[in-house]
């Protein structure tokens, strides 16, 4: 780690600073604590009615239209009415479905999110949790996400969301595989599993163009696994909306769909913001080795417009997939996981172990 | 001797086999009337396999409107209004195989400014149909923004009718003994500049969805038909080219001014659903090809060759005429018994046997082939129930 880091930034997350307020009052620890919860679930709000105005008015523009208009300015608040009308909505439960689990499903799959955001380190000081073993942890939580849509698809008790749910459970744990191996690669560069001391491991150049082409294919894997795991075309096959009318959501309706919309949506940002964070440097400035001038002037950026500036672009990078590409077949696409990247994810690994044994970078430094 | 008809309910009926503790059963599901991907209100009962599609029954009836039966209480001049509701995407063209089959038998004798006129118009017509297809077919495989675009080149010849005929959907143009009106003044100009516009815009269409590998792997070698079975099952036009036969009447026939002008019959070569594809991206180019021959000759004379008050009345017989439309052949049968309305009127519809081909292509194939497959064979539902 250089010098800088440590010394300007002094990274705290909540969780921290609720552990050192706790002896002297449990109640400055508790409104720590508070603080993040509110934190996240305000996050969630905001950011999940932001990337869907984003999305529509990028869809918009990709097919020479242009978007909404009405509501507020250039139809800002389109998305504040939508979730009112889906907050007042009825909330159909199909009288043959399992009403338990089909209540539970969404809940399931916000909370995989939910998780998952508690510990994405967005700068130095915006950061609620810093999990020792951060990276299993994100792989572990995340399978929250498909134990909902399973369960979804199996309680509405309809031949085509369980197939939507089906489709959902092959392909998002076949893909889990490629994207952990990937992940791996990352963590043999840096050798911790903390997400922060990731970050800070690429003080000196980000990970995806510092080990010689290995982080370029890794970043690939990874980017490319994360899209199938959260069913973003061309990738959607679950929901596959010509095939299986609206997949596993089907019978859902309501603030119980906006849920399921909602997870689909942060998920994008989180997709986006953990390759952001383990390939691109996440909230770490662009620098280059020992130029300490350049990487000076790098650092008056501060770290969270670094951090929401990488994320963006790869969330545009998500949305432009989406509204060029068709959609893989279901039996392509275990094909594409199973033939094509998982040998390539082994490979990648390997020359990643080479690598770190001759500790073979640009710009070396530990 | 009893017949025994098979019905739905016959059909549906598993066998299951429980021998084994692992075995696994078919099911049956409904696709449609109400599915984003059957256009309309198709319903398909699927036999399934897991995502495997065993079988295909198309169960029909859901728009059914009785036009033939209609047409039987309407006057010859009538019944072509009816015939926009057949195709929709082929308003004018099926107007045209009304007309025709009317003036064949009344012998109504067409002057060269009608030919023409009609010729640009259903070329124009099929363009636009295609361009449709072209835009829901993206969308089918998951591709939205295909079907903006679609829309997008669409409009403009949409446009270009609505000038001259009024509509832009159900146009009811082509009259026996000649045209509603006369073209607008701004006709040849508009469709000059929309064959300017559309040149790059089909190119475009090419690097958005035709070059696409994903797009590739949906389609090649899918849903494979040969020329004998497209035959046996009677389908024609786009489908049944795709198969390598080159039946097209146009070229065949040579009715309109078809027979003036230099066009190729796209054939394919495999029969899948790329060939399908393909053929009907470079249908568009051939009627342009054609638009483009026609349009700076539009003879001088009248639009219309007999009064429109003037009743018209068949001899008695039987009159059969057929047409290419852009989705096949859609053949017209009067029977006349001398009085001002048809006794009987049968229309033999492309759509009604192309959508057949789904029940010899898509077995053994995935649900979302059967998606590709049935986008593939471009089927309008109204045409199919009429």
């Known amino acids: ?366 | 001797m009893s017949v025994h008809i098979t019905t739905l309910d016959d059909r549906v009926r598993l066998r299951q086999d429980d021998s084994s503790p692992l075995s696994t059963q078919e099911y049956f599901v409904n696709m449609g009337p109400q599915h984003p991907s059957t256009h309309g209100v198709l319903r398909l009962v699927l036999k399934l396999d897991g995502e495997t599609v065993r079988e295909v029954i198309p169960v029909l009836g859901y728009i059914h409107r009785g036009i033939e039966k209609m047409g039987e209480h309407q006057s010859y001049r009538q019944f072509v209004h009816l015939s926009d509701r057949l195709d929709y995407l082929s308003a004018l063209i099926n107007n045209w195989a009304v007309s025709m089959t009317i003036e064949k038998a009344a012998n109504i004798e067409l002057n060269d400014r009608i030919q023409v006129i009609r010729t640009l118009m259903a070329e124009l017509q099929r363009i636009q149909s295609h361009q449709l297809w072209w835009g829901v077919f993206g969308m089918d495989l998951g591709a939205f923004t295909p079907f903006l675009y679609g829309f997008r080149d669409r409009e403009i010849i949409a446009d270009i009718f609505e000038e001259t005929v009024g509509a832009r959907l159900t146009m009811n143009y082509i009259q026996p003994g000649g045209l509603m009106y006369d073209i607008h003044p701004g006709f040849v100009k508009r469709v000059k500049a929309f064959l300017q516009y559309f040149k790059p815009k089909l190119a475009e269409y090419e690097t958005l969805l035709s070059g696409n590998v994903i797009l590739q792997e949906r389609l090649r070698g899918v849903g494979r038909m040969d020329g004998q079975t497209a035959l046996s099952i009677g389908a024609t036009g786009p489908v049944l080219r795709a198969s390598g036969v080159p039946l097209d009447l146009r070229k065949s026939e040579a009715y309109g001014s078809y027979g003036k002008v230099a066009f190729d019959v796209v054939i394919g070569k495999n029969g899948d659903c790329w060939d399908r594809y393909w053929v009907r991206l470079e249908e568009m180019r051939q009627s342009m090809k054609i638009v483009e021959q026609l349009i700076d000759n539009i003879p001088e004379g009248k639009h219309m060759v007999m009064k429109p008050a003037v009743k018209i009345k068949l001899p008695e017989g039987c009159y059969y005429n057929q047409v290419e439309t852009a989705r096949g052949i859609l053949g017209v049968y009067i029977v006349s018994d001398g009085k001002e309305s048809p006794y009987r009127i049968h229309l033999r519809t492309p759509n009604f046997n192309n959508l057949w081909a789904i029940t010899e292509t898509a077995a053994n194939w995935r649900l979302g082939d059967l998606v590709a497959i049935l986008s593939s064979l471009d089927v309008v539902v109204p045409d199919i129930d009429r």
Request: glycine share 10%.
């Open chain 1, 1 to 366: 780690m250089t010098g800088i880091t440590e010394n300007i930034w002094q990274a705290k997350t909540v969780a921290q600073r609720a552990a050192e307020a706790l002896p002297e009052s449990v109640w400055f620890a508790l409104g720590y604590m508070v603080l993040g919860v509110v934190g996240v679930a305000a996050f969630i709000a905001v950011l999940g009615m932001g990337l869907i105005y984003a999305e529509r008015k990028i869809a918009g523009h990709f097919q020479c239209r242009l978007g909404p208009m009405r509501v507020g300015w250039h139809g800002i608040f389109q998305t504040v009415a939508d979730t009112l009308k889906l907050l007042l909505k009825e909330d159909v439960v199909p009288a043959q479905a399992d009403k338990f689990l089909h209540i539970l499903a969404p809940l399931f799959t916000l909370l995989g999110t939910i998780l998952v955001l508690a510990v994405l380190p967005m700068s130095p000081i915006v950061h609620v949790s810093d999990v020792n073993i951060g990276v299993v942890y994100v792989g572990a939580v995340s399978g929250f996400g498909v134990l909902g849509i399973l369960l979804g698809g199996w309680s509405s008790n309809n031949k085509w969301s369980l197939l939507g749910a089906m489709r959902a459970g092959a392909q998002i744990i076949s893909y889990e595989i490629s994207a952990t191996l990937a992940l791996l690669v990352v963590v043999l560069f840096s050798g911790t599993l903390r997400l922060s001391e990731i970050v800070e491991s690429q003080a000196a150049g980000w990970w995806i163009w510092r080990a010689h082409g290995v982080g370029i294919v890794a970043f690939l894997l990874f980017f490319i696994a994360s899209l199938a795991e959260i069913n973003r075309t061309p990738f959607d096959i679950p929901e596959g909306e010509s095939e299986l009318t609206a997949g596993f959501h089907t019978e859902y309706s309501g603030m119980r769909f906006a849920f399921f919309f909602l997870a689909e949506f942060i998920n994008m940002f989180i997709v986006a913001a953990l390759t952001a964070t383990l390939f691109l440097g996440g909230w770490m400035p662009f620098h280059i080795g020992d130029f300490a001038g350049f990487n000076a002037i790098m650092d008056m950026i501060p770290p969270g417009l670094w951090f929401t500036g990488k994320t963006a672009f790869l969330v545009f990078l998500i949305m432009w997939f989406r509204w060029t590409f068709p959609r893989l077949r279901v039996d392509q696409l275990m094909r594409l996981e199973w033939k094509v990247l998982l040998p390539i994810g082994f490979a990648n690994l390997i020359a990643a172990a080479v690598v770190v044994l001759f500790n073979f970078y640009f710009f070396p430094v530990r």
